[in-house]
């Protein structure tokens, strides 16, 4: 039985003091999910990860945006693993599309950052997503599979058990343009399969997320298909009350 997971992913956005003021407001929440066999996180700045670690709920998952695979040295402006585990913080997103559009985050970069994390008994919470034109040019399986295939290779069943998959098509991120309920299973499902070929029945247990302008409104929609297993939300998990309802709608 997967658990659900509700994941914030709050990009360039809030202060300090405002990422401390949401962590104090959450702490309720972060209760009832754990009551509701939910998992609910967020994926703040790297300013903001250790205030928001130290006043949010011990149950709330605090996530890095991203994360470099070396240990220490000569690149300025990254933050490695070590910094973030020594802040008790042990997820980090690999791979979101504004990563791999400005930042030049390739699969190949995407599997040394997630290898790194897996040795550091950290989770990787990997995304993968076409853009609108692969989309319009029906390449979707084709860029998704050859996503999942790279960002994971050398890798053994037991290694990649813990991670996460988000599915997020470019085209749905931040636009208010939904991918249907239809693809996101579907996808999410053909995701499941590529990781059945890999890593055999560990598949079954590895959660996959949709995310893309996920809302209040349609979270329940997206979290009934069978192989949606939560949801990776950017614009609505930055206001308390939005990400409350999101997590009252999926209850
Ligand atoms: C995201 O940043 O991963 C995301 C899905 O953003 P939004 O929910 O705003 O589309």
């Not at 997020?168 to 070929?197: H, M, Y």
Request: with cysteine; charged share 25%; proline share 2%.
């Amino acid at each position: 039985m997967r658990r659900k997971l509700l994941v914030g992913n709050w990009k360039m956005n809030k202060l300090v003091s405002e990422a401390k003021e949401f962590a104090l407001a959450s702490r309720d929440l972060a209760k009832k999910a754990k009551e509701n066999n939910i998992d609910l996180g967020v994926c703040p700045t790297y300013l903001s990860l250790q205030t928001v670690k130290e006043n949010a709920s011990k149950d709330m998952i605090v996530g890095a945006q991203n994360v470099h695979f070396k240990e220490s040295g000569a690149f300025t402006g990254e933050i490695s693993i070590p910094m973030l585990k020594e802040l008790g913080i042990d997820w980090s997103l690999v791979g979101h599309s504004e990563r791999r559009t400005y930042d030049n985050e390739t699969d190949e970069k995407c599997n040394l950052k997630i290898k790194a994390l897996l040795q550091n008994q950290m989770v990787p919470l990997y995304c993968v997503g076409e853009t609108l034109n692969e989309f319009e040019a029906g390449q979707t399986k084709e860029v998704v599979g050859r996503q999942v295939r790279v960002g994971l290779k050398e890798l053994a069943a037991e290694d990649v058990k813990d991670i996460v998959i988000a599915y997020e098509p470019v085209w749905s991120i931040g636009t208010g343009k939904n991918a249907s309920t239809e693809i996101a299973q579907d996808i999410c499902k053909f995701i499941r399969d590529v990781l059945r070929e890999m890593f055999g029945d560990v598949a079954d247990g590895i959660r996959v997320l949709y995310g893309g302008s996920v809302k209040p409104e349609n979270v329940k929609a997206y979290l009934s298909c069978p192989d949606v297993d939560g949801a990776l939300v950017g614009g609505a998990s930055l206001k308390i009350d939005s990400y409350e309802a999101l997590l009252n709608n999926i209850l």
